[in-house]
T-cell receptor, first 114, second 113 residues
Framework: AQSVTQLGSHVSVSEGALVLLRCNYS??????LFWYVQYPNQGLQLLLK??????LVKGINGFEAEFKKSETSFHLTKPSAHMSDAAEYFC????????????FGDGTTLTVKP | EAGVTQFPSHSVIEKGQTVTLRCDPI?????LYWYRRVMGKEIKFLLH????????ESGMPNNRFLAERTGGTYSTLKVQPAELEDSGVYFC???????????FGSGTRLTVV
């Protein structure tokens, strides 16, 4: 079985500061990893994904994440926060044997202060 | 292309009543998933369709929940009879491939009173 832990249910940063949202996973087989973002009153939107290959993946809106197998982590970063980044972020894991069924973390709400 | 459409967006029903949620996936997406988020907790898997067939329904809470996918197109999720603990946001998602990430709908917020 897979699991995901997102460290910090709420993260607050100043506009222009580094954004770091933490995600650790547990999986007995090679995982596929995802970050989704949910803006108020909207559905979840795929930010980026890691399946195979390059461990540093770039997504939309300037976000990127690095898959570190030794640390079982997939942290999400953005060099400079923008007010429009305020949203809830979800890390998710799936494995090829699960036919696409994903396990999600509890979510992290990002607040950006002016 | 049109996204994943869910309706209603909100539903408030009394305990014991029946509610049917509908999801229209992106055209051509064979994979359709239902997920639920209760009380701001994690998003939990309910079931997965491939075309009209249930691939995995291991997350369905009990037999009060019934999901169908007519002709491999839209899907419905019926809760009958609804209980208080069924309140939450029900998300539908679709994808072309099973491990490429999903396109989510905006969700249906169900409140059982």
């Amino acid at each position: 079985a897979q699991s995901v832990t997102q460290l910090g249910s709420h993260v607050s940063v100043s506009e222009g500061a580094l954004v770091l949202l933490r995600c650790n996973y547990s999986s007995s087989v090679p995982p596929y990893l995802f970050w989704y973002v949910q803006y108020p009153n909207q559905g979840l939107q795929l930010l980026l994904k890691y399946t195979t290959g390059a461990t540093l993946v770039k997504g939309i809106n300037g976000f990127e994440a690095e898959f570190k197998k030794s640390e079982t982590s997939f942290h999400l970063t953005k060099p400079s926060a923008h007010m429009s980044d305020a949203a809830e972020y979800f890390c998710a894991v799936t494995v090829n044997t699960n036919a696409g069924k994903s396990t999600f973390g509890d979510g992290t709400t990002l607040t950006v202060k002016p | 292309e049109a996204g994943v459409t869910q309706f209603p967006s909100h539903s408030v029903i009394e305990k014991g009543q029946t509610v049917t949620l509908r999801c229209d996936p992106i055209s051509g997406h064979d994979n359709l998933y239902w997920y639920r988020r209760v009380m701001g907790k994690e998003i939990k898997f309910l079931l997965h369709f491939v075309k009209e067939s249930k691939q995995d329904e291991s997350g369905m809470p009990n037999n009060r929940f019934l999901a169908e996918r007519t002709g491999g197109t839209y899907s419905t999720l019926k809760v009958q009879p609804a209980e208080l603990e069924d309140s939450g946001v029900y998300f539908c998602a679709s994808s072309q491939v099973t491990a490429g990430g999903y396109t989510f709908g905006s969700g249906t917020r169900l409140t059982v009173v």
